[in-house]
């Protein structure tokens, strides 16, 4: 397993051994578990690959617990990851990158 050090409130993105790509705020590491605020998993859309509950029916402030036991790797989100995850867990709506139209 690909070892990373994971600090309190960093986005983390897990792969399960269920094949979940799991995206969350990490909230406590300890020797048996990772303990996760507002997960979200990786899916399919019409666009693209997007974000979605991890679990639907779950209250969305609610702490999850990941079982090491479960995790095949852990590690920090990339940026494009921490970006998309701060949108859709944020209730502050970020501006877009202003861009030049041609």
Same mark, same amino acid.
């Given at each position: 397993?690909?070892?990373?050090?994971?600090?309190?409130?960093?986005?983390?993105?897990?792969?399960?051994?269920?094949?979940?790509?799991?995206?969350?705020? @990490?909230?406590?590491?300890?020797? /048996?578990?990772?303990?996760?605020? *507002?997960?979200?998993?990786? =899916?399919? +859309? $019409?666009?693209?690959?997007?974000?979605?509950?991890?679990?639907?029916?779950?209250?969305?402030?609610?702490?999850?617990?990941? @079982?090491?036991?479960?995790?095949? /790797?852990?590690?920090?989100?990339? *940026?494009?990851?921490?970006? =998309?995850? +701060? $949108?859709?867990?944020?209730?502050?709506?970020?501006?877009?990158?202003?861009?030049?139209?041609?």
């Amino acid at each position: 397993m690909l070892k990373q050090k994971l600090n309190k409130d960093d986005i983390v993105v897990f792969r399960t051994v269920g094949s979940d790509e799991v995206v969350g705020k @990490l909230i406590e590491e300890t020797d /048996t578990s990772y303990k996760v605020s *507002k997960p979200l998993a990786l =899916a399919m +859309t $019409q666009n693209g690959v997007g974000m979605t509950a991890y679990m639907i029916m779950a209250d969305p402030e609610a702490t999850f617990e990941f @079982l090491k036991s479960t995790i095949i /790797t852990a590690v920090l989100a990339n *940026k494009q990851a921490k970006d =998309a995850y +701060t $949108q859709s867990t944020s209730k502050l709506v970020t501006p877009s990158t202003p861009s030049i139209v041609t």
